[in-house]
């Protein structure tokens, strides 16, 4: 057996890569010296394509719906932010993810990437009647119950060691369990999470031991929304230094502004006069733009919905924005090794080799300077280390392009910054330093199943490239609620009351017919030209200029049906089949395009009007060219009609104003 050992820049941690074989045994593990892993091939999975998410293979109703832009762009490459994975068209090598569903294959002898393997999205009435063949009645679940039991708790208190160091130190399954302690949630007004456990915390101020952990209130994407069935709470950590002054006396005065600092350098906000260094013991670590130092950590519970959580009720969720009491997942980033992205190009992005990690412990390199941890529920609910197959989910949309010794399987997307999301999206100020609240969210507590859960007690934030407001510009672009483009009834009931002729639109609100590629693909464009009257008017907007409710939050029984599909994947363990489970196939699955676009399978075989697109057909003119066997199917986009007039914009940014 070959062993390959490395050490990680700015940490005592040593890693042994068993390069030959995906099992671990535990006298591989050791005992308390580095964590240990080994490589796996992509190829061993269900599905070898885990890094290409399940929203990537819909349709875009003929450019009508440009969800690709969310992640596959330009601007941030641009701005020398972080990121070297320009995905619309400024690298040739990449191509232009918004015009082309160009999925490539690890090379000429791997399966097609074109393959829609996401069978729980794609066929929800599989996993119906796998529920069926093993007696489980979904329908019998008090999913209310479930959602406001405790299961974070019991996975923290398998995480042994000093709270305060990222890494447990020993060899358990829960290792890498991140360090903040559930018990000491909600974070105080200022962000900062503290306890009552001097153990738990680096120093004391009057409200308590200060854990080092702050919260982050940042504006989501269309996922991991109240509308998509999964929430966040997301925490940031760095390393003892940056608490403390130069003599080594700690100093939340020194931290706050740390912490400042670093929000400029991920949102781009540093000037000429900013400082080039991070204060107090920290003051040798230079500050670089868009880059987090060595030993950030983030914290990433991720919940399910509760429209009766909005902090106010500790009985339902000591949580605000509809964040439930049981989390759907624990995730955790620890940056390990320094990661330079203008040191690396786009022909060195290692997709295809080996994940390095630890099934048993539930990590894996991003191959981009971060260590990667998830836990998930078992199909009893308690939470467990993920799989690298799972995981391998996490690097699509949590990496970037790097070149090392020994490669580490690397994806990542053109929008994020130092592989990251939130802390970009974070409202500035106080606003921002507090717990993730989903807009203000305040329940209704009166509300009926069906109707409104609650509003939101917070306006439109506004793009900073664009200046216009974010959801707006969703809403404008998307004409649906999540990335899949897809438009709950709650919503389509809403837009049908308020866009009529006779409250001043060109059209009456149309829903979608099957009837024929003509008049569905009319009809998307109608609903994108009324959506973008509506936001004209701002009548996605309350009177007093907070958002509409409606476009972030669901009904509650919309909210418990979606629980419930998704705790049937809980109950099979499919993970690695989606996540994302409807009650039916989405509109943007289906066949509906005019016979002169017409799509056809790998084999040549068309599409018929309302078929199911489970593949894409690929390039097989030539197999010396580098597209051999790549997607070659146009999205529908037009490149020649740019945002506003059209629906094409290359250049989105995902930055704040």
Known sequence: MKLVAYLLVGSSLLLSACQDQDSITPAQLGTGVGLSGSVISPLRFRNPYPHIPAQCYTETSGGAQNTCQYCHTNAVYKANLGNNNPQAGAEPRIGNFQLEYAYAPYDTQAP???INHWENTLKPEVLQQLLASLGVDPLAWDMQAYIRSDNWKAAFQQRAGDLKAWDA????????F?????????????GFVRSAKPEHGFFQDEQGWLTGWRALNFMPYGIFTPLTGSVSGVYLRLPAAFMQDAAGRFDLEIYKANLALLEQAIQGRLTDSSPQHYGGKAQTIAVQSGLYPLGTEFAHPLHYVDVQADGSDTSISPFPG???????????????????????????KAEGTGIYGNDRQGWVDNGAGWLLAGFI???NGALRPQTREEMTQCIACHSGITRTEFPSFTSGTGNTIDSTWAMARKFSGSLGWQEMNYLAYQADKQALPRSASGQSQQTDPLNRSLGVGELGYFLETVVGASLYGDMPASIEAWLATEIKKIHGYSADWPSLSSIDARTFQQAQALRQRLMRELTAKHKHLQANGNIQGVFLYPPQQDALAAAARYRQVVVTQRYHLGKDVFASTPWAYR??????????????????????????AVELDDPASFTYRAGNTTTGIDEAKPYPFGNYNPEYSPLLK
Do not use: C, N
């Open 178 to 190: 991140p360090a903040l302690d559930p018990a000491d949630l909600p974070a105080k007004a200022d």
């Open 591 to 616: 066949h509906f395009r005019e016979p002169a676009e017409a799509l056809t399978k790998v084999d040549g075989t068309p599409y018929q009007l309302g078929e199911l697109i489970t593949e894409r």
């Open 322 to 348: 509809t964040r439930s009491r049981r989390v759907k997942e624990i995730r955790y980033m620890y940056k390990a090794r320094t990661w330079e992205p203008s040191h690396f190009r786009p022909a060195e």
């Open 169 to 176: 130190g020993v060899q358990t399954d829960f290792r890498l």
């Open 112 to 114: 097609l990437a074109s």
């Open 377 to 379: 529920e078992d199909k």
